[in-house]
């Protein structure tokens, strides 16, 4: 089946959030939301959550999954505040546990964070499958940005998050805990393995040099023949460009809140003894 896609692009953080429709119905699946967050003032606002939601109500949908294709260190998932007004199941990958792992130590969490992933309504394993309406979506496990990361095949479209951008920009850094080239190549592999007129939708998008509009949509035929840092390397080359490339690269503006709030399914950190939630920054920690 060939499902209907809605994009939503993030201007703050070059994010695309995916509304998924069953042709035949009115469910859908909400895929990488965004919460809008001041990092200055330390103040959330839920505009772009808010459109996603007028949409879905505009179009008299109903949410059967909101799906995160990895812990994301870029932005700040709005899940909880979609799931509180518009329902649907948060999904997110079982290695989840690892990424809570590693960063509650890094954040020196307490006891009352849970590692095991219970902040979800559902960890997916590779060769899981869900469904929106009459609409499968089969889970693939595409570790390598971070241990966690799926792509979820829905029909004829395939959601990689950041695992692979536009043909012309390339692939995801690797170089965050738990990150692997190595793991990153084999799990494009597997992505392109899919037939080749699958739809491709990528995580985010910051236009390559010399395109004027930014893109989200291309296809596994337009990946094999055209992405800049796959076409044509071998395993031992693209890891080669891949750990030189990641070197050069600074920190992501949002990584210490998108980080602590990913890792708790979108919700805050307990409040502490006077009512508010803190976000802590780990010094040299990271």
């Not at 505009?58 to 899940?79: F, K, M, N, R, Y």
């Not at 020196?108 to 899981?128: K, V, Y």
């Not at 009459?134 to 029909?155: E, F, K, S």
């Not at 399914?265 to 803190?278: F, I, K, L, Q, V």
Request: hydrophobic residues 35%; contains cysteine.
């Amino acid at each position: 089946m060939t499902p209907e896609v809605k994009a939503f692009f993030d201007d703050a953080t070059n994010t695309i959030t995916y509304v998924v429709r069953d042709p035949a119905g009115t469910r859908c699946a909400v895929v990488d939301s965004v919460l809008d967050f001041d990092y200055a003032s330390g103040r959330t606002d839920t505009r772009s959550a808010d459109a996603v939601i007028a949409w879905i109500k505009d179009q008299g949908l109903t949410v059967d999954w909101i799906l995160e294709t990895h812990v994301h260190a870029d932005h700040l998932s709005a899940a909880p505040y979609i799931q509180e007004r518009v329902g649907g199941k948060i999904g997110i990958g079982d290695r989840i546990t690892v990424v809570q792992e590693t960063f509650g130590k890094v954040f020196n969490e307490g006891t009352r964070f849970r590692r095991d992933g219970s902040q979800f309504d559902r960890l997916f394993r590779e060769g899981d499958s869900f469904h929106i309406g009459q609409l499968r979506g089969d889970v693939l496990h595409t570790p390598g940005h971070t241990p966690a990361c799926l792509t979820y095949v829905i029909g004829d479209a395939a959601f990689v998050g950041d695992t692979m951008f536009m043909p012309d920009y390339g692939t995801a850094r690797c170089d965050f805990p738990g990150g692997s080239a190595e793991m990153l190549f084999d799990s494009m592999q597997k992505i392109l393995g899919l037939p080749e007129a699958t739809r491709i939708f990528v995580g985010h998008d910051y236009k390559a040099p010399g395109r004027e509009t930014f893109a989200w949509e291309t296809t596994v035929a337009e990946q094999k023949a055209r992405n800049v840092h796959l076409a044509g390397k071998t395993k031992e080359e693209f890891v080669r460009m891949r750990q030189a490339r990641d070197a050069t690269l600074g920190m992501p503006r949002l990584i210490v809140p998108s980080l602590q709030v990913n890792m708790r399914a979108g919700h805050m950190p307990e409040p502490e003894d006077n009512g508010r939630s803190y976000l802590k920054v780990p010094v040299n920690g990271l």
